[in-house]
């Protein structure tokens, strides 16, 4: 098991009540090959997802457009129903050509949940 990481120390988000720990996870690399696709194997990355989570890690950075579509339905077939403490960040607005190219972004003012 990985070392516990609440031990780097916790901090609240600005403008908002909720507290992380410092040690997150960024999940841009469970997808296939640059970023592209599905991973090799889709059993290895819901057992990492699920020991990040299970080592103390309360926020997972991630995005729709890696994959595309793959990181975040990763994260909720891993990790659903989520933890009340934990925080997944998003970004959102930007597209990737065919050619895997990243087209745009564009800024939205609304969330929508993952469910």
Do not use: C
């Not at 990985?2 to 908002?16: D, K, N, R, V």
């Not at 403490?85 to 993952?114: E, M, N």
């Amino acid at each position: 098991m990985i070392e516990p990481i609440h031990l780097a120390g916790s901090f609240t988000l600005p403008g908002a009540s909720m507290t992380v720990n410092r040690m997150g996870y960024g999940a841009m690399q469970l997808a296939g090959p640059e970023v592209w696709g599905p991973p090799r194997d889709v059993d290895a990355a819901i057992a990492v997802l699920r020991e990040a989570v299970d080592s103390g890690v309360n926020h997972i950075d991630t995005s729709d457009y890696y994959g595309p579509h793959v990181t975040n339905q990763l994260i909720k077939q891993s990790l659903h129903p989520y933890a009340e403490d934990l925080v997944i960040v998003t970004k959102v607005g930007a597209r990737r050509g065919p050619d895997k190219s990243w087209l745009r972004w564009k800024a939205r003012r609304h969330y929508r949940h993952p469910d």
